[in-house]
């Protein structure tokens, strides 16, 4: 557990923290987050978001959505976290530039598309990946309380590689969406009952589905270990995760066109049909390691491709350095049923030297230690995040920009 993230996370087994103590669930298994102390002074959230936290009460409870872009663990990644680290490898400089955004939500997912090595390694990157487990520390430190894990990525190395993944996830208090270790695991929706400052605790439950796992085949009789998108097996854990209580239901999606940022016809498909069930409250976006578009139906967002968050590809040009961080607010009305009330796109940027570093573009645009370099960079960046974003007129629609 992070200290700049101050949250109690009982995960994977099957217990709920009920007032301070920990029981046995029945027949579901949670994911508790406990944010009942404030955040400390090495994450102080951005001042719009302090200001924001201030209500009285009689004002409904809102509850504040974070989601990132993949995590894609390439070899200067690494050997930038093993520097940091005086050679063991510690990845929480590289993630602290968004950790008082991201430790400021009430609930923040990330997206980790890699599966996970030995802690010693032997590591590997493209094109069959096999990242240090140590990451999971480095997002955790940044505030992440969990990831979805469906990718294209996922079977990489095979049974091994996926129980790897999901135990340092474990060992770090994180949650995930997308992969299991047992069928139980499998068949039960990844749950995070986010306790806020007044009420009972809020039920949300997180879903990830890939669209391929570039050929390679779950383990005999273990098709259940990965998460295939299928519009139907979705929907259907989406009403089992509401039927169960999830107040706000989550859908990660790892689809799309590599390098595009055009939404294809295989998302333009499914978008509508799954952001349109009473089960789903958002979609978030991830695999072409481009930023994409956003796009409302009715009162619902689906975002298509969030971009990288962290990445650093052999050739790192820069719309594979560009992401944007989705802020999801709900509102909980007087039936104590929950909507959203509104969308904050939030672009970042990986810088790549002198060292690797993710960027809070608005954040780092509002300080007055940049070098005049860094300011063009980062303000082209904000620019270009925004058009993609914007490709079908989101802000019209409400979509709103960080920094705007």
Not at 211 to 223: L, M, R, V
Request: proline letters at 7%; one cysteine or more; charged letters at 25%.
């Amino acid at each position: 557990m992070s200290d700049t993230h101050p949250r109690t996370r009982f995960t994977w087994p099957r217990l709920v923290a009920v007032g301070g103590a920990v029981v046995l669930a029945a027949g579901a298994t949670y994911l508790v987050v406990l944010d009942d102390s404030p955040a400390s002074d090495s994450a102080e959230p951005p001042a719009d978001q302090e200001e924001e936290s201030q209500s009285s009460p009689d004002e409904p409870r809102t509850l504040t959505l974070v989601g990132g872009g993949d995590l894609l663990i390439h070899p200067p990644v690494w050997e930038q976290a093993e520097e940091d680290g005086d050679d063991d490898l510690d990845f929480s400089e590289i993630f602290a530039g968004i950790a008082p955004r991201v430790s400021a939500a009430d609930l923040a997912l990330c997206h980790l598309e890699t599966p996970l090595a030995e802690p010693e390694g032997p590591f590997a990157g493209y094109p069959v990946f096999e990242g240090p487990p140590q990451v999971v520390a480095g997002a955790a430190s940044a505030g992440y309380d969990g990831c979805s894990t469906a990718s294209n990525h996922t079977l990489d190395k095979g049974e091994d590689g996926v129980v790897r993944t999901l135990d340092a996830l474990e060992e770090q208090g994180l949650g995930a969406a997308g992969s299991a270790r047992t069928e139980e695991e499998a068949t039960t929706p990844t749950t995070y009952e986010v306790e806020l400052d007044e009420g009972d605790p809020v039920s949300v439950a997180h879903l990830s589905y890939s669209y391929s796992f570039n050929g390679i085949s779950t383990p005999p009789g273990k098709d259940w270990m990965a998460n295939l998108i299928d519009q139907e097996a979705i929907l259907a854990e989406a009403s089992t995760a509401r039927e169960e209580g999830a107040d706000i239901v989550v859908l990660s999606m790892h689809w799309g066109t590599e390098y595009s940022h055009d939404v294809d016809s295989y998302q333009e498909g499914l978008a509508e049909p799954l952001i349109s069930s009473p089960d789903v409250d958002v979609v978030l976006g991830h695999h072409a390691h481009v930023v994409q578009p956003v796009e409302r139906f009715d009162d619902e967002w689906v975002v298509y491709g969030m971009g990288n968050q962290l990445a650093r590809h052999s050739e790192p040009d820069a719309p594979k350095r560009e992401g944007a961080m989705t802020e999801v607010t709900f509102v909980e009305d007087d039936a104590g049923e929950w909507s959203t009330e509104g969308l904050t796109m939030v672009p970042t940027w990986v810088d790549i030297e002198p060292e690797v570093r993710v960027v809070d573009l608005a954040s780092a645009l509002s300080g007055s230690d940049l070098t005049p370099e860094q300011e063009e960079a980062y303000s082209a960046a904000h620019e270009r995040i925004t058009q993609h974003l914007d490709a079908r007129d989101a802000r019209q629609d409400g979509m709103e920009i960080a920094s705007d």
